[in-house]
């Protein structure tokens, strides 16, 4: 067990399905105390209970609309009670979304960009008070932010802001030691073959190096990573996690 994570006090948004969950579960593996939040599956927030409890009962599951500033607000009081402070934010919430740009109503706009960068600013900025020193805040974009993506500019430019809120987060709290860093994943399997048509998806196999989608297992490495102390002299940065497209 990493002596960097044993003990160490992590928020996971977005916590109980897919990479969320593969997050919190490596990093309660990896010794640390974990609150993962979720906004309305309870049966998922349930299953994650039961999973986080194999590491320990200190770990915490807690219903939370991260878009919401009531609802933040509240989750960081719970964490404050429960923990006393935080070493480990990953800032995981997010949606897609699928348009053409000629059919994106302002309505669409504002729930992509809600969810994918309102969502990290507004939980990082209540979670502020609970950092210490040396923490690390790890957001989860997409690989697509570098790239573009056809019949996604909305997605696209959401996961592109998050690069630059990252950047510039940590020139801002450099001077406390704590680091922001971003984990950005390709065509991540949460669901069998991603939910998408099996030519769609042997097409993006294809355009990867190696040749799979990737695992939320293999998104989950790179956040732990950038959470521990093997990581200490890395923040502003963008690790992709998509295979070498």
Same mark, same amino acid.
């Given at each position: 067990m990493p002596a960097s994570l044993k003990g160490k006090r992590a928020l996971v948004?977005?916590?109980?399905?897919?990479?969320?969950?593969a997050t919190a579960l490596e990093l309660a593996r990896e010794g640390a105390l974990v609150c993962a939040c979720y906004a309305n599956d309870i049966a998922a927030a349930t299953s994650t209970e039961v999973k986080l409890k194999e590491y320990g009962d200190r770990h915490?599951?807690? !219903? $939370? &609309?991260?878009?919401? !500033? $009531? &609802?933040v607000a509240h989750l960081t009081d719970l964490v404050r009670e429960a923990f006393g402070g935080l070493d480990i934010l990953v800032n995981n919430v997010g949606?897609?979304?699928v348009v053409t740009f000629e059919d994106l109503d302002r309505d669409e706009w504002s729930r992509v960009m809600s969810h994918n960068v309102d969502a990290a600013f507004v939980t990082t900025h209540a979670a502020l008070g609970l950092l210490a020193d040396g923490a690390s805040?790890?957001?989860?974009?997409?690989?697509?932010?570098?790239?573009?993506r056809s019949r996604g500019v909305h997605y696209t430019a959401a996961k592109?802001?998050?690069?630059?809120?990252s950047r510039a987060l940590a020139k801002d709290l450099g001077a406390r030691g704590i680091r922001v860093n971003v984990v950005a994943p390709g065509l991540t399997e949460t669901e069998p073959g991603a939910g998408?048509?099996?030519?769609?998806?042997?097409?993006?196999?294809?355009a990867t190096a190696l040749k799979r989608l990737a695992q939320p297992e293999d998104v989950a490495g790179a956040v732990v990573f950038l959470a521990g102390d093997s990581s200490r002299y890395i923040t502003g940065t963008t690790i992709n996690v998509d295979g070498g497209v």
């Open positions: 948004t977005g916590g109980t399905k897919g990479i969320g969950l915490r599951v807690v !219903r $939370a &609309d991260v878009t919401d !500033r $009531a &609802d949606v897609d979304g805040v790890i957001n989860v974009g997409s690989s697509v932010a570098l790239r573009g592109a802001a998050l690069i630059g809120f998408l048509p099996a030519h769609m998806v042997e097409r993006i196999v294809t």
